[in-house]
């Protein structure tokens, strides 16, 4: 099975400023931080993907234009990040961004801003965060993928136990996506979609429904397990799981103003 819980390949943008590094729990984190009013937006990119992708960017340029603060960040393993991909797994990803987050907003509030995988860390770290937590906004959230959409076999249980990861095709990467014995056995440490999610600040979660990745039927999974009363889903009917075209673009950067405006 390819892989599904990536971002699309990430696009660079020319003169786009070098990152700055933090050093955590062994491994130089790298970021991009820029100061400004009302909670700090924060964007936390899909498996295997990076701050340099469209969307990241576009966030970056409204925050700009705007005036508002923003953090993109690097996994560990991904990007210009330090460290070995095949170390990391959800809670590790949540450690390295709250660190982060910690680093250039410390006790500041944060909007955060997940895409596929980059929403189950979201909706993780916010739980972590409590009452920092201003806002969240998912972009085809994937919870609990490791569960749902990997499929894990026999023959992948007996490669982990190996040599410590098994591989699925991916439309990124010809060479295949690795999936590691941390990550695997980290996951249900995890796992969100049991019971309900207790966060209680303001969410909205964006979905294609055209999206072969990610169900769009979880994002309304999502919706009505968490505790916040103000939720609201946005189904993009002829949308895919990048949501990366103009429109879907404008979309987000409008869920994202509109929730911020209310996030002082």
């Not at 700090?40 to 925050?63: C, I, N, R």
């Not at 980059?118 to 998912?138: E, F, H, I, K, T």
């Not at 249980?157 to 439309?171: H, M, P």
């Amino acid at each position: 099975m390819r892989n599904r819980f990536a971002n699309a390949s990430p696009q660079r943008y020319p003169g786009a400023m070098d990152p700055d590094f933090l050093d955590h729990a062994g491994v130089r984190l790298a970021y991009r931080y820029r100061p400004g009013a009302g909670a700090a937006v924060v964007f936390l990119p899909g498996y295997m993907s990076d701050m340099t992708g469209s969307k990241a960017a576009a966030l970056a340029e409204w925050a700009e234009a705007t005036g508002r603060a923003m953090l993109r960040l690097d996994y560990s393993g991904c990007g210009a990040s330090g460290g070995d991909f095949l170390d990391g797994s959800i809670g590790r990803w949540v450690g390295d961004a709250r660190a982060v987050i910690d680093h250039v907003a410390p006790a500041g509030r944060v909007l955060l801003v997940g895409s596929s995988m980059g929403g189950w860390v979201a909706l993780r770290l916010g739980l972590a965060l409590g009452d920092r937590l201003a806002g969240l906004v998912g972009i085809a959230a994937a919870p609990d993928f490791t569960d749902w959409g990997l499929d894990v076999t026999p023959g992948d249980r007996a490669e982990l136990a190996g040599r410590g990861w098994f591989t699925r095709t991916s439309d990124y990467d010809p060479a295949g996506y690795r999936y590691s014995r941390a990550l695997i056995e980290e996951a249900p440490a995890q796992r969100l979609l049991g019971g309900a999610i207790a966060i209680t600040a303001p969410v909205r979660l964006l979905h294609g429904q055209r999206d072969d990745a990610v169900p769009w039927a979880l994002s309304l999974d999502i919706a009505g397990r968490l505790r916040s009363a103000d939720v609201q889903v946005t189904l993009v009917k002829d949308g895919d799981h990048r949501l990366s075209r103009p429109q879907d673009i404008a979309l987000l950067l409008r869920l994202v103003a509109d929730l911020a405006e209310g996030t002082p």
